[in-house]
């Protein structure tokens, strides 16, 4: 899928080009590469029929039968809902009929979701308790743990998602008196970038104290002969201990996640890199604290995008029923 390319008989090369540019930044590039496998997908299932079938433009029968098969396949709903998307996107592309809005769609899909449900697996939250036990094994006089000390605390109490924690440069982080302002200038929920201030007040205790922890990082850094005074906030390390200058990818946090709560005694199974951003929402509920201070925090739009993180942290509320029934 290229967007925008088919505008190339009807512009000039250049603008042509500049359309293309514009139509891609309409979504993320991870986004387009998930789109372009899911439509390879759907082309080889449709190759691979009894009597081969048309991928763009499909029927409505077509793509009917092709989310049949991959919820009789195992498929989680959530990975069906993408691959209409992705074929809705390229019909959308090629100017012809979209066939994910017929009403055989409609009901196939329907009936996937009320047959095989579509509440997705979460992974476990890594609230305060947790993330202290994983960082009280790091030792500081290793980069790599210094890094990630201050990953982890950083993330954690800035809510941060994995795009917007390894998307942050260094001047995004700006130390005051009160603590860290950091900058996050595109998020998953504003695409067009107009950015969002997050507080990160001083810890009560300095091994867990996301402001400590980045300047150790910062610090750190400069000692090993790599100054953090320009670029990336979050870059890798080598294995002779020298600091890189290209960030890290939001994969990284997941991996760098896991190793540390394996090294803790905990399943890295159980825990990917958003278990930050759900242990601090989690953390937060349990604290207490207002849903409207937990979404300006976490950036939710919605207290209904929230309700799913909290829910867990306020199962035992003073007010749970359970606890006032005389047992």
């Known amino acids: 899928?290229?967007?925008?390319?088919?505008?190339?008989?009807?512009?000039?090369?250049?603008?042509?080009?500049?359309?293309?540019?514009?139509?891609?930044?309409?979504?993320?590039?991870?986004?387009?590469?998930?789109?372009?496998?899911?439509?390879?997908?759907?082309?080889?299932?449709?190759?691979?029929?009894p009597v081969a079938l048309?991928?763009?433009?499909?029927?409505?029968?077509?793509?009917?039968?092709?989310?049949?098969?991959?919820?009789?396949?195992?498929?989680?709903?959530s990975t069906i809902r993408r691959r209409l998307a992705a074929i809705s996107v390229a019909h959308q592309l090629a100017r012809v009929?979209?066939?994910?809005?017929?009403?055989?769609?409609?009901?196939?899909?329907?009936?996937?979701?009320?047959?095989?449900?579509?509440?997705?697996?979460?992974?476990?939250?890594?609230?305060?308790?947790?993330?202290s036990r994983?960082?009280?094994?790091?030792?500081?006089?290793?980069l790599a743990d210094v890094?990630?000390?201050?990953?982890?605390?950083?993330?954690?109490?800035?809510?941060?998602?994995?795009s917007e924690l390894v998307g942050l440069d260094t001047a995004d982080v700006v130390e005051t008196d009160d603590g860290l302002v950091v900058t996050v200038r595109r998020s998953k929920t504003d695409q067009e970038a107009a950015g969002a201030q997050v507080g990160l007040a001083y810890g009560s205790y300095r091994p867990t104290c996301p402001v400590r922890a980045w300047r150790g990082w910062v610090a750190a850094a400069a000692a090993a002969g790599t100054p953090l005074a320009d670029g990336p906030a979050f870059r890798g390390i080598n294995r002779h201990g020298q600091v890189g200058t290209v960030r890290l990818y939001p994969g990284s946090v997941a991996r760098i996640v896991q190793r540390r709560v394996a090294a803790a005694g905990l399943d890295p199974a159980d825990f990917a890199g958003h278990s930050l951003r759900s242990g601090f929402a989690t953390a937060a509920a349990r604290a207490g604290v207002n849903d409207r201070s937990i979404m300006r925090q976490g950036r939710w739009r919605s207290a209904a995008s929230l309700e799913s993180y909290v829910r867990a942290g306020r199962l035992f509320d003073a007010d749970n029923p359970s606890g006032r029934v005389g047992l």
């Not at 433009?57 to 991959?70: E, K, Q, R, W």
């Not at 994983?134 to 290793?142: F, N, R, S, Y």
């Not at 605390?153 to 998602?161: I, P, T």
Request: glycine share 10%; net charge positive.
């Open 54 to 77: 048309v991928a763009v433009p499909a029927t409505a029968v077509t793509v009917a039968g092709y989310i049949a098969a991959l919820a009789d396949d195992g498929y989680a709903p």
């Open 134 to 142: 994983v960082v009280a094994g790091l030792d500081d006089t290793h």
């Open 147 to 162: 890094r990630d000390r201050a990953l982890l605390l950083v993330g954690f109490a800035g809510c941060l998602r994995r």
């Open 97 to 131: 009929t979209n066939p994910t809005a017929a009403a055989e769609v409609s009901a196939v899909w329907n009936g996937i979701r009320r047959s095989r449900g579509v509440r997705p697996s979460r992974k476990a939250a890594l609230d305060t308790s947790l993330l």
């Open 1 to 49: 899928m290229v967007p925008g390319g088919q505008l190339g008989g009807e512009l000039a090369e250049p603008l042509a080009e500049r359309v293309g540019d514009y139509a891609r930044a309409s979504r993320s590039a991870a986004t387009w590469r998930a789109y372009d496998a899911d439509l390879r997908h759907f082309r080889a299932w449709c190759a691979g029929q």
